[in-house]
């Protein structure tokens, strides 16, 4: 039976571009495009089989749609030089691929394909458009889905006509009414300006067209009405711009498009050239005669794997020589939180057979040998999120050890700015046959459900291979990228770290919380009181809608801000605000308290886990593009300490062991000192290095004054720009901080870089790297990449510049941090100390300490910390000690 495969070539490549991270050739030439098209290509045709494949492209940038309206897509943005260099490239590699391309002077490629749709509909042939462009959803029919991506290229969403009548309540023939109401920002099509997706949708519900619309304006009310019938001229070219055109004159037909698939030679020249390796391995290109390749070939990548699912009775399998050759684990561990996650099964992969082990299973006497296998740190164990897997499994009481390679983490130092980690997104990046999303496999939310074992087997076994031949590519790109040390020296052994430190978890002493709760609810209460005091009645303070009567309509405050919905109230307005009237002091207080209350009291003592009173976090290395850690369930990082009640909720962390103390050592300026060691700059340095107050030098050297005459003011507005720098900041942002204008803050921006000449170099060079690179690193070499840097918006590249500047501070500094937790784990465990690390918080660590090793850690802890990373200035590390965390600090 026939398939058709129709793919919008501009829209596809230009995903791409933008979802995959810069990448080129030894020659120079860009190809992520390329590749990202590629390996989704192979993706599609390896899933759908079609026997007829056509890619369309626009023909130029003038079409027949010009003619009715001249600024048809003139707000689009220049094609970047980088895009458009690869479709060339692209065009010539599906001429090798043996696939049929087709574009039209004066068409675009919607309208090519929009006709070749057409034509299938009259033929009843089975036909799937792929594309990013959503107007192409008036072509679903009962022939025709319309696969729409989206997380950049990694997934599509299907579409067939009941689709869009569950998702829009809409007929496919009626996505061109819904553009013609709403526009397109994308192509200039203006459609009715003040009527978005939400408005057009509920009056297509009604009224089922443009035109029908514009027939019963007397229906609608106020400025809608005024609006509709002031731009109905403008709806109606709407809609007729966004209609597909499906009578193009094609020249190719039926025939052109037949694919009879690839001639080895040709491809594996064009992908010489490009220089695609893992797309040479994954197709078995890489010998003259296609021979085998590191991964086993495309035969091995093909063929049904050789899925053992093992019962309590088959247990007795799993011998020596089998556990010896797995290459590769999966533990499936639902649900986020790995302190509460269920575990479904383990899977382990060898080349070409993988052993699949039920939750049951792993928990009986039967698994005693894999138990102790999966225990035994001295064997090495590849793995996906093996630091969940690790907790999830704790808390079964099985013991993971030995983790050696983590995708996921190998992932994210390849790419921290990239969101598809997902295993079947990186499956997609080299090439890999997909992995199907565990929302099909499972359901989602509340339609979560355990499949039959044989289902399950087949998912978690296409996890573990996946994983197996992932590794094998992420090995050699981290050993390309200079990442070797970075990887295997810090961040996976800091994942067994951290590993330690969340099933230790810390301490929390309900009581002291209730009461504090108890406390912050006669606050409250009292501060409810003088608001409503000063309105002169009850409102609901939480309500924005009511909040804005009381102060814009009763009190008469000056308007700073309204949104669609009425005016705004939002803390910015609010802090403006606060001179004009008693009553915004007690609403922003009164704000603070409330979320103390709910965040941090109350959402505390619902994370105390009865077995152990005490709350375990989870800590996330695959989050911050910086390279930070992030911290869930809950967030400890978060506690607010500027407010007297927020540092009091550090009262309830207490040690687990009478007479015990609560250690913190905090990192005293350490992205400071880490600018001083990167700009080189003297006079940083030298501030540094002879221990004086940073603020204090800074305003010496902005002001031109000695030492004892910088007063408070001078100092103040000193610090704003010292961790301004850091942070990237503007003359706007610097100006809000500190209260004074745009022009004056620019100036003082201006006074700093004269002073520390070092500091403006290093910032002017780091961009000038940045754009030439791509991306910029850290001291260690975490990479973040920066596509951004060369785009035509302002925004966009201003933004990347600033990430330029603070990347390799911020990040560097995370770096340091993170060295001194895994030698400050590995010194607890040589010295056999009892004394235990329980949290990271931004720059400071917190441990709990016996009484008889306090003098010892006071000083063991800041000199580990202070030695992390030698510098061109010293570290220096505070450290303060005391029954509980808010006596540390």
């Not at 193009?248 to 220089?275: C, H, N, Q, T």
């Amino acid at each position: 039976m026939e398939k058709w495969m129709l793919i919008d070539g501009n829209s596809i490549a230009n995903r791409a571009f933008y979802a995959m991270p810069p990448l080129t050739n030894s020659a120079g030439l860009h190809t992520n495009a390329v590749y990202g098209f590629t390996t989704m290509l192979l993706r599609l045709i390896e899933e759908e089989k079609p026997t007829h494949i056509l890619v369309a492209f626009d023909a130029g940038k003038i079409t027949f749609r010009h003619e009715g309206y001249e600024d048809y897509k003139g707000g689009r943005a220049k094609t970047p030089p980088e895009l458009s260099e690869q479709f060339p490239v692209l065009k010539d590699l599906l001429q090798a691929f043996g696939i049929a391309q087709f574009e039209l002077s004066g068409y675009e490629a919607d309208d090519i394909i929009g006709t070749l749709t057409r034509m299938a509909d009259e033929s009843g042939r089975e036909t799937l458009v792929v594309t990013g462009d959503k107007d192409m959803l008036q072509l679903a029919s009962e022939h025709v889905t319309v696969a729409i991506t989206r997380k950049g290229i990694s997934e599509v969403d299907r579409f067939t006509p009941e689709a869009i009548g569950e998702k829009y309540g809409l007929t496919p023939a009626q996505i061109v009414d819904l553009k013609g109401l709403m526009g397109d920002a994308s192509d200039n099509i203006p459609g009715i300006p003040g009527v978005g997706e939400k408005t057009a949708l509920k009056m297509l519900h009604e009224f089922g067209s443009v035109e029908e619309v514009l027939a019963n304006t007397d229906k609608l009310k106020g400025k809608m009405k005024e609006k509709v019938e002031t731009h109905k001229e403008d709806a109606v070219m709407s809609k007729k711009l966004a209609t597909i055109f499906r009578e193009v004159p094609l020249e190719s037909g039926e025939d052109e498009m037949a694919y009879k698939g690839y001639d080895k030679s040709i491809l594996s020249g064009a992908f010489r050239k490009l220089e695609f390796k893992s797309l040479l391995e994954r197709l078995d290109l890489t010998g003259e005669a296609g021979g085998e390749s590191e991964d086993g070939g495309a035969a091995a990548q093909s063929a049904e794997l050789d899925i053992v699912l093992l019962t309590e009775g088959d247990m007795s399998q799993l011998k020596d020589e089998e556990l010896a050759s797995i290459e590769s684990i999966y533990v499936e561990a639902a649900g986020e939180n790995p302190h509460h996650a269920e575990v479904l099964g383990i899977a382990l992969a060898a080349e070409g057979k993988v052993y699949v082990v039920p939750y049951d299973v792993m928990v009986s006497e039967a698994a005693a040998k894999l138990k102790g296998w999966l225990a035994d740190a001295e064997v090495n164990k590849r793995g996906y999120d093996l630091h969940k897997a690790a907790l999830a499994l704790s808390w079964k009481g099985i013991t993971l050890s030995g983790a050696t390679f983590d995708v996921l983490l190998a992932a994210y130092l390849l790419d921290p700015t990239d969101s598809g980690q997902s295993l079947n997104a990186l499956a997609l990046r080299y090439g890999l046959p997909a992995v199907p999303a565990d929302e099909e496999v499972y359901g989602k939310g509340a339609k979560f459900k355990v499949p039959p074992l044989d289902q399950l087997a087949l998912h978690l076994s296409r996890k573990a291979d996946s994983v197996r031949r992932i590794a094998r590519h992420q090995e050699q790109e981290l050993e390309k990228n200079g990442m070797n040390r970075l990887y295997y020296e810090l961040e996976q052994p800091l994942s067994d770290v951290l590993c330690g430190m969340e099933k230790q978890g810390i301490t929390v002493n309900a009581g002291e919380l209730e009461a504090l709760g108890s406390e912050l609810s006669t606050q409250i209460a009292r501060l409810m009181e003088a608001i409503y005091a000063h309105a002169g009645d009850t409102f609901n303070i939480n309500s924005p809608k009511q909040l804005g009567e009381v102060l814009f309509d009763k009190l008469g405050l000056p308007v700073m801000k309204k949104t669609k919905t009425g005016y705004s109230t939002d803390a910015d307005v609010l802090e403006k605000l606060e001179p004009y009237h008693e009553i915004v002091r007690l609403i922003l207080d009164y704000r603070q308290l409330a979320k103390l209350q709910s965040t941090y009291v109350e959402g505390l003592l619902k994370e105390i886990r009865k077995e152990t009173g005490k709350v375990h976090t989870y800590y996330r290395q695959t989050i911050a593009a910086t390279g930070r850690l992030s911290s869930q369930f809950p967030n400890l990082q978060n506690i607010p300490i500027r407010l007297e009640e927020g540092r009091k909720i550090r009262k309830a962390f207490v040690p687990s062991e009478p007479g015990w103390y609560i250690l913190a050592a905090d990192y005293s300026q350490i992205e400071l000192r880490v600018l001083a060691h990167i700009s080189g700059d003297e006079g940083l340095k030298e501030a540094f290095l002879t221990d004086m107050d940073i603020h204090t030098k800074t305003a010496m050297d902005v002001f031109g004054v000695p030492a004892d005459a910088v007063d408070g003011n001078m100092r103040r507005q000193a610090k704003a720009v010292n961790f301004g720098i850091v942070y990237g900041i503007s003359d706007f942002g610097l100006s809000q901080n500190l209260n004074i204008t745009r022009k004056e803050a620019a100036a003082f921006i201006e006074q700093y870089f004269a002073a520390f000449k070092g500091v403006r170099k290093y910032m002017d060079d780091i961009v000038m790297k940045a754009r030439q690179d791509g991306y910029v690193t850290t001291l260690l070499e975490r990479r973040r990449y920066l596509p951004e840097i060369k785009a035509s918006n302002f925004n966009l590249r201003s933004f990347a510049e600033r990430t330029a500047m603070n990347t390799p501070i911020q990040g560097t500094a995370a770096d340091i941090i993170k060295l001194a937790m895994v030698k400050m784990d590995q010194t607890l465990r040589e010295r056999g100390l009892k004394s235990r690390m329980l949290l990271q918080v931004h720059d400071e660590l917190v441990f709990e300490v016996p009484e008889d090793e306090l003098e010892l850690m006071k000083t063991l802890v800041p000199e580990v910390m202070e030695s992390a990373l030698e510098l061109d200035v010293p570290l220096k590390a505070d450290v303060n000690y005391g029954v509980n965390w808010y006596e540390a600090k």
